[in-house]
Protein backbone atom coordinates (compact mmCIF):
# COMPACT_ATOMS: atom_id res chain seq x y z
CA UNK A 1 0.00 0.00 0.00
CA UNK A 2 1.56 3.58 -0.54
CA UNK A 3 1.05 6.36 1.66
CA UNK A 4 0.86 8.98 -0.80
CA UNK A 5 -1.89 10.83 -1.89
CA UNK A 6 -2.84 11.69 -5.57
CA UNK A 7 -3.00 15.47 -4.14
CA UNK A 8 -1.47 17.74 -2.54
CA UNK A 9 -2.41 18.15 1.64
CA UNK A 10 -5.42 20.80 1.87
CA UNK A 11 -4.27 24.04 3.24
CA UNK A 12 -5.02 24.74 6.69
CA UNK A 13 -8.92 25.82 6.84
CA UNK A 14 -9.97 24.56 3.44
CA UNK A 15 -11.54 21.28 1.50
CA UNK A 16 -8.67 19.63 -0.93
CA UNK A 17 -8.03 21.48 -3.73
CA UNK A 18 -8.61 19.65 -6.98
CA UNK A 19 -10.44 16.82 -5.56
CA UNK A 20 -14.43 16.63 -5.84
CA UNK A 21 -16.38 14.92 -2.64
CA UNK A 22 -17.45 10.84 -3.21
CA UNK A 23 -20.58 12.22 -1.11
CA UNK A 24 -21.61 15.12 1.26
CA UNK A 25 -23.74 15.15 4.10
CA UNK A 26 -25.14 16.82 6.92
CA UNK A 27 -25.74 14.98 10.75
CA UNK A 28 -29.16 15.41 12.01
CA UNK A 29 -30.18 15.18 15.36
CA UNK A 30 -31.21 11.60 15.33
CA UNK A 31 -27.39 11.16 14.30
CA UNK A 32 -26.16 12.60 17.36
CA UNK A 33 -25.76 11.40 21.15
CA UNK A 34 -27.57 13.72 23.88
CA UNK A 35 -23.96 16.23 23.92
CA UNK A 36 -24.47 16.88 20.42
CA UNK A 37 -21.84 14.62 18.89
CA UNK A 38 -22.61 12.63 15.83
CA UNK A 39 -22.27 8.94 16.97
CA UNK A 40 -18.77 7.23 15.31
CA UNK A 41 -20.97 4.57 14.24
CA UNK A 42 -22.69 6.86 12.29
CA UNK A 43 -20.05 8.25 10.49
CA UNK A 44 -18.06 4.89 9.89
CA UNK A 45 -20.94 4.25 7.42
CA UNK A 46 -21.10 7.26 5.70
CA UNK A 47 -16.99 6.39 4.76
CA UNK A 48 -18.25 2.93 4.16
CA UNK A 49 -20.45 4.23 1.51
CA UNK A 50 -17.51 6.49 0.66
CA UNK A 51 -15.28 4.04 -0.13
CA UNK A 52 -17.61 1.94 -2.16
CA UNK A 53 -17.91 4.68 -4.81
CA UNK A 54 -14.37 4.35 -6.34
CA UNK A 55 -14.34 0.77 -5.55
CA UNK A 56 -17.81 -0.08 -7.53
CA UNK A 57 -16.39 2.20 -10.74
CA UNK A 58 -13.18 -0.09 -10.45
CA UNK A 59 -15.14 -3.28 -9.97
CA UNK A 60 -17.13 -2.49 -12.74
CA UNK A 61 -20.08 -3.79 -10.77
CA UNK A 62 -21.04 -5.06 -7.24
CA UNK A 63 -18.46 -5.22 -4.28
CA UNK A 64 -18.28 -6.19 -0.79
CA UNK A 65 -16.99 -4.48 2.48
CA UNK A 66 -14.15 -7.42 4.07
CA UNK A 67 -11.48 -5.06 6.01
CA UNK A 68 -11.44 -2.27 7.99
CA UNK A 69 -7.73 -1.54 7.94
CA UNK A 70 -7.68 1.54 9.69
CA UNK A 71 -9.57 3.99 11.05
CA UNK A 72 -9.31 7.79 13.03
CA UNK A 73 -11.24 10.14 14.30
CA UNK A 74 -9.16 13.07 14.95
CA UNK A 75 -11.76 15.57 15.29
CA UNK A 76 -15.59 15.31 16.86
CA UNK A 77 -18.29 15.87 14.23
CA UNK A 78 -21.26 18.06 15.57
CA UNK A 79 -25.31 18.01 14.33
CA UNK A 80 -25.22 20.80 11.37
CA UNK A 81 -21.56 20.01 10.32
CA UNK A 82 -21.26 19.71 6.19
CA UNK A 83 -19.13 17.10 5.63
CA UNK A 84 -17.40 16.36 2.80
CA UNK A 85 -15.92 12.74 1.68
CA UNK A 86 -13.06 12.11 -0.28
CA UNK A 87 -11.97 8.48 -1.39
CA UNK A 88 -9.21 6.90 -3.51
CA UNK A 89 -7.58 4.00 -4.74
CA UNK A 90 -4.67 3.29 -3.50
CA UNK A 91 -3.87 -0.50 -3.79
CA UNK A 92 -5.53 -3.15 -6.37
CA UNK A 93 -5.44 -6.96 -5.92
CA UNK A 94 -6.75 -10.22 -7.93
CA UNK A 95 -10.19 -9.63 -6.60
CA UNK A 96 -9.70 -6.50 -3.70
CA UNK A 97 -9.91 -2.73 -3.92
CA UNK A 98 -8.49 -0.90 -0.99
CA UNK A 99 -9.60 2.87 -0.78
CA UNK A 100 -8.71 5.66 1.79
CA UNK A 101 -11.69 8.00 2.92
CA UNK A 102 -10.62 11.38 4.08
CA UNK A 103 -13.52 13.38 6.07
CA UNK A 104 -13.56 17.01 6.14
CA UNK A 105 -16.26 18.99 7.94
CA UNK A 106 -17.29 22.32 7.13
CA UNK A 107 -18.52 24.20 10.49
CA UNK A 108 -21.54 26.07 9.28
CA UNK A 109 -22.08 27.74 12.67
CA UNK A 110 -18.57 28.71 13.79
CA UNK A 111 -17.50 30.71 10.39
CA UNK A 112 -17.18 27.82 8.38
CA UNK A 113 -13.78 26.77 9.89
CA UNK A 114 -12.80 23.73 7.89
CA UNK A 115 -11.61 20.77 9.91
CA UNK A 116 -10.14 16.99 9.39
CA UNK A 117 -12.20 15.13 11.12
CA UNK A 118 -11.42 11.32 10.13
CA UNK A 119 -9.76 9.50 7.70
CA UNK A 120 -9.58 5.48 6.82
CA UNK A 121 -8.32 2.33 4.91
CA UNK A 122 -10.98 0.29 4.15
CA UNK A 123 -10.70 -3.40 1.67
CA UNK A 124 -13.21 -4.24 -0.86
CA UNK A 125 -13.83 -7.45 -2.93
CA UNK A 126 -15.59 -7.42 -6.58
CA UNK A 127 -18.34 -10.09 -6.27
CA UNK A 128 -20.34 -11.74 -8.67
CA UNK A 129 -24.24 -11.89 -8.62
CA UNK A 130 -23.91 -15.17 -6.27
CA UNK A 131 -21.77 -12.46 -3.95
CA UNK A 132 -18.92 -14.98 -4.34
CA UNK A 133 -15.29 -12.70 -5.38
CA UNK A 134 -14.22 -12.49 -8.91
CA UNK A 135 -11.59 -11.16 -10.46
CA UNK A 136 -11.32 -7.30 -11.25
CA UNK A 137 -11.44 -6.40 -14.59
CA UNK A 138 -8.65 -5.95 -16.79
CA UNK A 139 -7.96 -2.05 -17.31
CA UNK A 140 -6.40 -2.54 -20.47
CA UNK A 141 -9.29 -4.21 -21.99
CA UNK A 142 -11.63 -1.95 -23.78
Known amino acids: MTDT ?10 LPAGQMPVLRVIPMP ?4 PSG ?7 MAQV ?12 N ?3 AT ?9 EPVFVGDLLSFYAHIVKT ?3 SITVAVEVYAERIRLN ?9 TLVYVATDHQRRPRALPDLRAG
Open 30 to 33: ADSN
Open 93 to 95: GRT
Open 5 to 14: LPYPPPAPNS
Open 61 to 63: GRV
Open 112 to 120: SEVVKVTEA
Open 66 to 74: VAVTSFIFK
Open 37 to 43: DVFGGWI
Open 48 to 59: DLAGSVPAQGRA
